[in-house]
C-alpha cells in the first residue's frame, strides 16, 4: 500500500485569522508530506506489513519489524496524527459555536456536550483541561481528547507523534503543538495560538468518532 496525502477538506486559507495560509500550506504539502513519503520508503523494506492498515502496525508497534519500528512511529505516526487534525478544524463560518461567543463558550451541544460534561463536570472545565495540558507539552507533541476502553473521555498528551492508538485508545479530537503548526503566526505564543484555535474546531467530526 503506497500512503498518500488526504484531500485537505478546504482551502489554506479557510480558517483565517485563526489559522494563517501560509502555515496551512506548509504544515499540509511540506511537512504532513514529509510523514508521507518516510512512512511508504520506510514499508518498502517490508512488503509483508506494507498492507496491514496503519492503524493496526500503530496499535501493536512492537510487532512491527524493529528495523522500520521507530519509522513507523514517527513517521507512521505523523502520517495518522495529521490525517484526524485536518478533520478536526472546518471554517469559523460554517458553525454557530465557532462565530457566537456565548455559543463558543458553551461548547458544543448533543451526546458530545453530554459526554464531555460527564467526564469533566462542563465545558469550560474540560476546555480548561485541554488548553492546559496542551500548554504544557515540552518540546513537540500532541493533546488528545482521546475515548478510554472503558468508555470515558481523557484528555491526554503524547510525545513527537506518538499515536494515542498505540495506548489502545480512540482519538476524538486532537492538537498539534509542535512549532510548526503555529510559529509562522504565533511565534513563542503557543497560548495565543491554542485558544484560536477553539474557534475553528469540528464538533460535527468529534460527534461522528465518538460514535
Ligand atoms: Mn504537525
Avoid at 78 to 94: E, I, V, Y
Avoid at 193 to 207: F, K, L, Q, T
Wanted: net charge negative; aromatic share 12%; hydrophobic share 40%.
Amino acid at each position: 500500500m503506497k500512503y498518500e496525502l488526504p484531500k485537505l477538506p478546504y482551502a489554506y486559507d479557510a480558517l483565517e485569522p485563526y489559522i494563517d495560509a501560509k502555515t496551512m500550506e506548509v504544515h499540509y504539502t511540506k511537512h504532513h508530506q514529509a510523514y508521507v513519503d518516510n512512512l511508504n520508503a520506510a514499508l518498502e523494506k517490508h512488503p509483508e506489513i506494507a498492507d496491514k492498515p496503519l492503524e493496526e502496525l500503530l496499535g501493536a508497534i512492537d510487532a512491527v519489524p524493529e528495523d522500520i519500528r521507530t519509522a513507523v512511529r514517527n513517521h507512521g505516526g505523523g502520517h495518522a496524527n495529521h490525517s484526524l487534525f485536518w478533520t478536526f478544524m472546518a471554517p469559523p463560518a460554517t458553525g454557530a459555536v465557532q462565530t457566537d461567543p456565548a455559543a463558543l463558550a458553551k461548547g458544543p451541544g448533543g451526546k458530545t456536550g453530554e459526554a464531555i460534561n460527564a467526564a469533566f463536570g462542563d465545558f469550560g472545565k474540560f476546555r480548561e483541561e485541554f488548553s492546559g495540558a496542551a500548554k504544557k507539552v515540552f518540546g513537540s507533541g500532541w493533546t488528545w481528547l482521546v475515548v478510554r476502553k472503558d468508555g470515558a473521555l481523557a484528555v491526554i498528551s503524547t510525545p513527537n507523534q506518538d499515536s494515542p492508538v498505540t495506548q489502545g485508545l480512540k482519538p476524538i479530537l486532537c492538537l498539534d503543538v509542535w512549532e510548526h503548526a503555529y510559529y509562522l503566526k504565533y511565534q513563542n505564543r503557543r497560548p495565543e495560538y491554542i485558544e484560536s484555535w477553539w474557534h475553528v474546531v469540528n464538533w460535527d467530526e468529534v460527534a461522528k468518532r465518538l460514535g
